[in-house]
């Protein structure tokens, strides 16, 4: 089973960018497809952005299209999250997961192998 670690979290202004990463252990990540996840304070987590086994496929939570992108690096065992024009609205701990598997599209019920989490704070 996969481990992940996430980073690059932190405080910043409305509109400004943050990168976030995802570090994923183990020698089969390729096999696996990735997703983003966030929880705000009070609020159920929810889907923000996931990534097929290649990187061929992508998709996103309807209020981040545009604004943000995800990406993965296979030769470093990392998915990412550039995350640009932010708003106060976006505050949470944002979670990266996994699924096995090499298909195009997973529901984001199926995702598991959670992280830590990486605070994300958007000051107005």
């Known amino acids: 089973q996969v481990q992940l670690v996430e980073s690059g979290g932190g405080l910043v202004q409305a509109g400004g960018s943050l990168r976030l990463s995802c570090a994923a252990s183990g020698r089969t990540f390729s096999s696996y497809a990735m997703g983003w996840f966030r929880q705000a304070p009070g609020k159920e987590r929810e889907f923000v952005a996931a990534i097929s086994w290649s990187g061929g496929n992508t998709y996103y939570k309807d209020s981040v299209k545009g604004r943000f992108t995800i990406s993965r690096d296979n030769a470093k065992n990392t998915v990412y999250l550039q995350m640009n024009s932010l708003k106060p609205d976006d505050t949470a701990v944002y979670y990266c997961?996994?699924?096995?598997?090499?298909?195009?599209?997973?529901?984001?019920?199926?995702?598991?192998?959670w992280g830590q989490g990486t605070q994300v704070t958007v000051s107005s």
């Open positions: 997961a996994a699924r096995s598997g090499r298909n195009s599209w997973y529901p984001s019920s199926e995702f598991g192998s």
